[in-house]
């Protein structure tokens, strides 16, 4: 069987969060903040705006930390799909040794079988890469990540 170059992706996998929407926190700091800008009257207020800020930016953590379990989780799948891969890949090898190989059509259903197969690979190492960022991401910002 022949190994084909990789097929390049046309939708490659985000190295960041810059497409996840945004919490609805933000929002709320931003016109805490502002109104800390604007300066309150007197102790009281300003307790309870820093009150407001400091449970905002709690929600906003656990909202983030949530958000993150998920990614990481969803990003997990490549161990399942590289199960799977190596059944397709070492069936479709078998099948290459035998008789099958011989029928019209059969050797170039394996090629692309192998070629896909590599693509596929690819993607995995990708969503590998993007989970150890993100574990390696959560340890820098003292979190766990896991």
């Known amino acids: 069987m022949s190994t084909a170059e990789p097929m390049k992706d046309p939708l490659p996998i985000p190295t960041g969060f810059d497409d996840l929407p945004r919490p609805s926190h933000d929002a709320e700091l931003i016109a805490v903040a502002a109104l ?7 102790d009281a207020a300003r307790a309870e705006l820093a009150d407001r800020i400091e449970e905002a930016a709690r929600r906003l953590a656990a909202e983030h930390d949530a958000l993150k379990r998920r990614l990481l989780a969803s990003l997990s799948v490549n161990h399942d799909i590289n199960n799977a891969l190596v059944g397709v890949v070492g069936n479709a090898q078998l099948l290459s040794l035998g008789p099958a190989a011989s029928l019209p059509g059969v050797k170039e259903r394996l090629e692309v079988i192998a070629r896909e197969a590599n693509r596929i690979k690819q993607a995995t190492l990708r969503l590998s890469e993007l989970k150890q960022a993100l574990l390696v991401e959560g340890r820098a910002q003292g979190g766990d990540a896991s």
Do not use: L, S, T
């Not at 800390?36 to 007197?42: F, I, K, L, N, S």
């Open 36 to 42: 800390v800008r604007a300066g309150a009257e007197d």
